[in-house]
């Protein structure tokens, strides 16, 4: 028994004020006074933030046009919507549209799908980031998970491997604007379209060999949908080729629903620095992805930005939700504080 008590005593913390937990402390004890005041003054900033996100959204000016070209509907873009879907692609076809009124710069330039879940398991994991980030390892040896787009029947190495890759958006458009009869081009910018961690950290060209980006591609094909190598996806430009190019970037960061837009280009340069006057525009398409083969769509969607960024409702109807909330449930506690409170003073008197 003695052996047991000088084994138990042994085992007994040190007496400190941290172990034997006589730290100072303090405990909140939230009382009619302090709980009040902090469910309205929370409700009334939700509400402010949200009346702001509200109508700052409001303020942000949208035109989306529906370029799917369905089957019997007319749509200039039907010829090429059933050529895609035969495999044809190259097709080109015309949207003629007005603008009703200014949207002031920077006017953005979006592509929208509906019916195409990105967010697939399999679909979602096929890409391997070792390779995508320049890692040689990755060009000759891609990860399992980029199966079936890992190797092709010949046994060579895929770059960029995986599903993703391989469905890459490449409709490509031009918009022209029409002033005294003649359509001028509106430029459009591709740069910085992508996340900045994404084109900086995330995505990287593996090393030049000789100065040739070619070279250091040398060994492996490209995707099974691709008309060209991925160091030619912008011959123009070293700087927005192969890995890099931000189209290709801004496609691999996937989309969690359904329906998704993607930035593709800016309008703010030239003589629309400022925006897109009204009038009347044409956008001509390269009708290149099919996607009447599982019931989707495809829109383009103008839009200028403000302070929060593009369009976006569903945040400040949020806030404005939970400061209403707020403030009710702050009401009702009110209400339950005073009626127990007078209860207490007549059972006192």
């Not at 469910?39 to 702001?52: D, E, T």
């Not at 370029?67 to 015309?94: E, K, M």
């Not at 190797?151 to 002033?179: E, K, M």
């Not at 060999?209 to 995707?223: H, V």
Request: aromatic share 12%.
């Amino acid at each position: 028994a003695m052996a047991g008590i000088g084994a138990l005593s042994g085992n007994k913390p040190d007496n400190t004020a941290f172990t034997q937990q006589r730290l100072p402390a303090w405990q909140p004890l939230l009382s009619a006074g302090t709980a009040l005041p902090l469910f309205f003054c929370a409700g009334l900033a939700c509400l402010a933030v949200g009346l702001g996100l509200h109508f700052s959204s409001d303020t942000i000016r949208e035109l989306e046009l529906d370029y799917t070209g369905a089957p019997g509907s007319g749509h200039n873009c039907s010829r090429c919507a059933n050529a895609s879907l035969a495999g044809a692609g190259g097709c080109t076809c015309s949207l003629r549209f007005e603008l009703p009124e200014r949207f002031p710069g920077p006017v953005c330039l979006y592509y929208q799908l509906s019916n195409y879940y990105q967010n697939h398991r399999r679909y979602s994991v096929s890409r391997d980031d070792r390779q995508l980030s320049g890692d040689a390892s990755g060009l000759s040896n891609p990860a399992t998970e980029c199966s079936p787009f890992r190797t092709d029947p010949r046994g060579i190495p895929i770059a960029p491997c995986g599903a993703i890759a391989n469905s890459l958006f490449n409709d490509t458009f031009a918009l022209y604007h029409l002033a005294n009869g003649t359509f001028y081009p509106v430029p459009l910018d591709n740069r910085g379209i992508s996340w900045w961690t994404d084109s900086n950290i995330k995505f990287s060209n593996p090393e030049l060999i000789n100065g040739s980006l070619e070279t250091a591609f040398k060994g492996t094909t490209k995707p099974p949908n691709w008309p060209h190598a991925a160091y030619m996806l912008d011959m123009g430009n070293l700087n927005n080729t192969g890995f890099i190019n931000e189209d290709f970037i801004v496609w691999m960061r996937t989309a969690a629903l359904p329906t998704f837009r993607k930035l593709y280009r800016r309008v703010h340069e030239g003589n629309f620095s400022s925006g897109l006057p009204q009038g009347t525009y044409r956008l001509d398409i390269t009708y290149n992805y099919p996607v009447l083969s599982f019931q989707g769509t495809k829109k383009v969607i103008f839009s200028t930005v403000s302070w929060m960024g593009g369009k976006n409702p569903f945040l400040g109807i949020v806030y404005l939700i939970f400061g209403s909330a707020c403030i009710l449930t702050g009401f009702v506690m009110l209400a339950v504080h005073i009626k127990f409170q007078k209860q207490n003073q007549m059972d006192v008197e």
